[in-house]
């Protein structure tokens, strides 16, 4: 939201702030300014080491050269048509300006006007912006001849001052403007650029900032007198309110005026809603939006004479208005303010009279019914319920005549609602950010007198006796006790039940002291106070704020720290991930939404767990598969030399009438080269099979599993058969692993090289009982001995080895496999393995004769087995 201080100042005294104060109180208070755009007062002076907080920009204005004026003659310029000579009084003496602003060339000739228009004027030496450079190109007013008349000054636009970039025409102030006047005292400015959060909502309106700024500061804050004289018939009787969902719409209200004059706003209006970022269109559009950015309450501007005439074309007896708030229906049709014709749904609420939809509920008006303005060629926007800073145009209008009776509404709508439908129809407003936030219904009445009494002010109309207010579901107000002792334990300061009360007062919150208890009620603009020990939590942070963050002294902690408990689970996964990473696997995170077309390309289930809300139509769904989302970032990546990934994570597997089951896994991907390219690696070989053995080995291994074992299997379908294995330990299966088959490698844009992929069950891995046991340091020396069997190729090398193991007992401490040898010479269907064998007794040192009987029996054990022989 963009704050003008000099708005700002209606409601609070902040004469001895500087902009930068106040930025900063905002800030401290949760109200975070992004930046301070200067509109002629003076900014901080960077030259003399002057240091501010915030993002800065704008122009500051030169007090001496810079003045309210006065025109009292526009004469035509001798040599030029598009010119005039001014004759300008600035307060002591007479100028002569050349100017050729559009707005005053109808007064050329006309001789001494019978009100001079005040203007703002610049004399030579002035800094301003070029008003018709492109962008905010600073420039120096120098004495030159134009058309053979010399000019040193200027009169100015918006946008030579930094107002807006206005620029077609010069400003023209208020009659009472005194001349000679600086215009920095006159109307210098500052802008704050502030983060309103969700938490903030009520404070997008100057009114809510000024009361932030009261309470922290302690200085009173002065509310808008809204009162107003009221004439002619009144508006009961004439239009009445259905509310058919109170969920929905909780408060409608509505008001009438008479006769008002459609014309431009004054200049001060106009120009603070430009510094406030919402275009000025007509006085009736400008005192909707000057009510909502004051008081925080969107209103909308019907033509009450087409909706009675909606009436006539029904019955044409009858000129009483019947307003209905509805549900759309699916499929029907809107043409809103903007011109485009919208499709709703059910979900949509509409503003309707009996003779159809008039607006989309809390978004944008409808077309029809708006208040038309016939000096213009096509639709205005009516009050704020159009984009924020844009002039809303439609298909032009084939109405003649200037709507002269206006029906103003204020409503209360389900916020979640409102957020739904803007996000459908992508309608960001000005209405639909305040509405969407949350609005108390309290504040419709107060917009609505608010918004009459402007348009009385400034369009000369009469205020109908009266309002129409239906106000079905009033909301809950909150009560919430607190003492002394919740505020030390909680905030870490001392106060008194006076002083909370006090603090809290300062915000509207209505207090009542009993005792130690403070009994805090929710003021009527909140709807963020809640009930029992969030309420209480609520106020407290009201009274911090209050209090002022900053002055919160630190203080340790005096509540008992709870007991440390570790998560188990947690702290598994987290070694299982380390021991990957230091295995050179890369972790990723993937999405968890997905859809059955793209897990379809690696496996396909039968059934899902659907989004209600999907984020793209791409992710409808949860994953039942953590290898395809890993596999979709091999993919994204497939142009790396080599990739090593995995991820641990959930799948879901749906349930009827229930949560999905999250099952935890990991999944591994590998491809690419086994070596990194370098000066001393010409050729490396493509990552295979047992490359990615290896690594579910040493992860095993570093989890602490001994009884490990991998068997063949067929049984995945998207393995090559052959190149797969389950992976058991003790006995359980929880994982598989192998090469990608080439059918399903095919629908991934991976390559050519093998692609290799793991899929483990963590639930049943860390189910399976680790091996924590201490094996002493041997005292004995070991005996190393390499022996090499030949058996049938269909034999598996960890059977042999396992046979080793078995047959060895305690006098074989290690095997290991570290040769494979196939040859015609060993015979067709054989192949020769060769094993290190380590023999270590814990109580001596083996002789040569001890380890050959433990080698001649393990031979003999392969051979009455497995039909080895000894090779060599």
Same mark, same amino acid.
């Given at each position: 939201?963009?704050? %003008?201080? $000099? ?71 001798? @040599? ?14 007479? &100028? ?35 008003? #018709? ?30 107002? $807006?970039?206005? #620029? ?29 959060? %969700?938490?903030?909502?009520? @404070? ?95 209103? #909308? ?110 409503? /209360? ?19 639909? +950010?305040? +509405? ?25 109309? /009469? ?42 007062? &300062? ?62 689970? &947690? ?45 793209? %139509? ?33 799948? +879901?597997?749906? *349930? ?17 080269? *086994? ?78 090289? %093998?692609?290799?992929?793991?899929? +483990? ?69 054989? =192949? ?27 031979? =003999? ?12």
């Amino acid at each position: 939201m963009k704050l %003008p201080i $000099s708005w700002l100042k209606d409601f609070i005294d902040v004469s001895d702030l500087s902009v930068e104060d106040i930025a900063r109180k905002l800030t401290l208070a949760g109200m975070e300014v992004d930046e301070i755009h200067y509109v002629g007062l003076a900014m901080p002076d960077y030259s003399k080491g002057e240091k501010h907080e915030f993002k800065t920009t704008g122009i500051s204005w030169q007090k001496d050269k810079l003045v309210v004026a006065e025109i009292r003659e526009v004469m035509p310029h001798p @040599n030029a048509d598009r010119l005039t000579l001014c004759d300008l009084y600035d307060g002591s003496e007479q &100028h002569t300006v050349l100017t050729g602003a559009p707005n005053i060339f109808h007064l050329k000739g006309m001789g001494k006007l019978d009100k001079p228009l005040k203007v703002a004027w610049a004399k030579e030496g002035s800094t301003l912006y070029d008003g #018709h450079a492109e962008g905010l190109v600073l420039t120096t007013l120098k004495r030159t001849k134009i058309r053979g008349v010399e000019s040193y000054s200027m009169v100015c636009s918006e946008k030579e001052l930094g107002i $807006s970039e206005e #620029h077609d025409g010069i400003i023209l102030l208020a009659d009472d403007a005194p001349a000679g006047m600086s215009l920095v005292d006159y109307m210098g400015d500052a802008v704050l650029d502030i983060s309103i959060l %969700p938490n903030m909502a009520r @404070n997008a309106n100057v009114i809510g900032l000024a009361r932030e700024l009261s309470a922290m500061t302690g200085r009173p804050l002065k509310k808008p007198t809204i009162q107003y004289a009221t004439s002619g018939e009144s508006i009961e009787g004439k239009v009445s309110i259905e509310i058919t969902n109170p969920e929905l719409n909780p408060r409608f209200v509505l008001g009438l005026i008479r006769n008002v004059t459609i014309q431009p706003s004054p200049y001060q209006v106009q120009r603070r809603l430009r510094l406030a970022g919402v275009r000025p269109i007509n006085n009736i559009v400008d005192a909707t939006n000057y009510a909502m950015l004051e008081l925080g309450e969107p209103l #909308h501007a019907f033509d009450y004479d087409v909706l009675v005439e909606r009436v006539a074309q029904i019955d044409n007896l009858r000129h009483d208005i019947k307003i209905i708030t509805r549900n759309a229906a699916d499929g029907e049709k809107l043409t809103t303010l903007d011109g485009n014709t919208r499709t709703l749904t059910a979900s949509n609420v509409l503003v309707c009279d009996e003779k159809g939809s008039l607006s989309l509920a809390g978004v944008m008006g409808g077309a029809e019914s708006e208040v038309y303005d016939a000096s213009k060629e096509v639709l205005d926007a009516t009050g704020v319920e159009a984009k924020a800073g844009e002039v809303t145009t439609g298909k032009a209008s084939t109405r003649s005549v200037n709507t002269t009776n206006i029906l103003l509404e204020g409503a /209360a709508w389900n916020f979640i609602n409102i957020r739904r439908t803007a996000k459908q129809h992508n309608l960001p407003s000005e209405a639909s +950010f305040r +509405f969407s936030r949350g609005v108390h219904p309290a504040l419709a009445e107060m917009g609505v007198r608010r918004g009459l009494q402007l348009m009385a002010e400034w369009s000369g109309g /009469a205020i109908a006796p009266g309002l129409v207010d239906n106000y079905p579901l009033p909301p809950k107000e909150a009560v919430v006790d607190i003492t002394p002792k919740e505020v030390k334990r909680l905030l870490g300061i001392e106060l008194s039940a006076q002083k909370i009360a006090e603090l809290l007062g &300062h915000l509207e919150f209505e207090c009542s002291i009993y005792g130690e208890i403070v009994t805090v009620k929710t003021p009527p603009h909140r709807l963020d106070i809640g009930e029992g020990v969030i309420g209480v939590a609520d106020v407290l942070e009201e009274v911090a704020r209050s209090y002022g963050y900053d002055r919160i002294p630190e203080t340790r902690i005096s509540d008992p720290l709870p007991p440390q408990v570790g998560n188990p689970i &947690h702290e598994w996964e987290e070694r299982a991930r380390d021991i990957l990473v230091s295995l050179g696997i890369q972790e990723v995170v993937t999405y968890r939404m997905t859809s059955p077309e793209r897990e379809g390309r690696l496996v396909s289930f039968d059934d899902y767990t659907r989004i209600a809300n999907p984020i793209t %139509p791409e992710r409808t769904t949860l994953r039942r598969s953590l290898v395809a989302s890993v596999l979709e970032i091999v993919e994204k990546n497939a142009r790396a030399e080599s990739l090593s990934l995995f991820e641990v994570g959930p799948i +879901f597997e749906p *349930r009827k009438n229930d949560v999905p089951n999250e099952p935890r896994k990991l999944a591994i991907v590998m491809t690419g080269r *086994r070596l990194a390219s370098a000066w001393d690696v010409k050729d490396s070989p493509a990552m295979d099979f047992f490359d990615l053995k290896g690594r579910i080995e040493l992860l095993l291994a570093g989890l602490r599993y001994i009884d490990v074992s991998y068997v063949p299997t067929d049984s995945v379908s998207y393995l090559h058969p052959g190149k797969a294995a389950e992976v058991k330990v003790n006995g359980q299966v929880i994982g598989v692993f192998g090469e990608l088959h080439p059918l399903v490698k095919e629908k991934y844009e991976v390559g050519d090289k %093998p692609v290799l992929v793991a899929d +483990f069950d963590l639930d049943a891995l860390r189910a399976a009982s680790p091996a924590y046991g201490i094996v002493p340091v041997a005292e004995f020396p070991p005996v190393f001995e390499d022996i090499a069997v030949i058996v049938d190729e269909s034999v598996p090398a960890a059977r042999v080895e396992a046979l080793i193991k078995q047959t060895g007992g305690k006098g074989v401490s290690a095997v290991s496999l570290f040769d494979v040898y196939r040859d015609e010479k060993i015979g067709t269907g054989k =192949k020769s393995l060769a094993y290190n064998l380590t023999y270590q007794a814990a109580d001596k040192t083996l002789t040569d004769a001890e380890a050959a009987a433990i080698r001649n029996k393990i031979v =003999k054990r392969l051979e009455q087995e497995l039909g080895a022989k000894l090779r060599g």
